[in-house]
């Protein structure tokens, strides 16, 4: 499956909210890049496969700024094993990948696309998916509907 970046639009503003939901769980606040806007490498295709690279910006706030990583696809999962009924709205999850992230370990990122817009959602890999779905989603749906 091939996946096509949208470099012209943000992702912040469409989660903005979703930071606090997750901040809810626990102090999962300190992960500065807990979502965060994933490029392909320039002069690479867009496909997510093992051994994809791509530039993972994320933004530390103030004083820090925006800061760049390149990472590196290991693991795909295909989309079927993710699909969210919610409410009226289903959301599927179009892949979840593993990531290497040297020092922090190994990372699941989420990637899921919603009216438009792609979201990223990078978890330790211990952290249980269904310990995040029911708020994440009704704060995600919310959020949407107030556009």
Known sequence: MKITFRQDITIENTIENVWKTVSDFGNYHKWCSLISEILPVKGTNDK???GAKFVRKFNYGF???VSE???TVIQVVPKRYFAYKHGNILIKVLHL???KEAPRGTYAVLITEYRGYFIFLVLPLWFRLRNLQKKFLRELKKHCETR
């Open 48 to 50: 997510i496969k093992p």
């Open 63 to 65: 004083p820090f700024g």
């Open 97 to 99: 990948v593993y990531l």
């Open 69 to 71: 990583e390149i990472i």
